[in-house]
């Protein structure tokens, strides 16, 4: 739906750098044109900065990865007193319902928004789509935290002069 658009997009950086982020939208040249447009991108950037979500949306969790959350839901409830002996239907309906839970927590569209906990960012898109008068959705992001990736070196700086010093 968004196949006319090569998308549009913001990015932050934290204070002192520790951490940045960049987000790519898809929407048309005319909604991105719009000052509040930036405005909504960094707010985008800030959220993801803020709570870190490890995936965009539902349908981009690993199926292993649910499969572990279920997994750990299941045995907690088998260790616990007040459902361990519930029938194994019942507890798989409240596995799926604590699901839920970790959705809110893992995915970036499913997060309360920062700025406003009583929506989610997947309403704060719309509601800002809605008032640009366009379509926006959140393609992709990418953060970065200061360091990451970078091997820490193990020096023996004592060594390493005895080493030159005997040639």
Known sequence: RFARYEGHCAAYVHAGGTHGVIVKFETSD?????????????????????????????????????????????????????????????????????????????CLVDQAFIKDGGIDVKKYVADTAKALGGEISIAAYTHFTKGEGLEKRNEDFAAEVAAAIKG
């Open 30 to 106: 005319e909604v991105a044109a719009k000052p509040e447009f930036a405005a909504f991108g960094k707010d985008i950037a800030m959220q993801i900065a803020a709570a870190n979500p490890s995936y965009l949306n539902e349908s981009d969790v690993p199926a292993d990865v649910l499969a572990k959350e279920k997994e750990i839901v299941l045995a907690q409830m088998a260790n616990d007193p007040k459902t361990a002996n519930k029938p194994d239907a019942i507890k798989e309906k409240m596995a799926v319902g604590k699901l839920g839970k970790f959705y809110k927590e893992s």
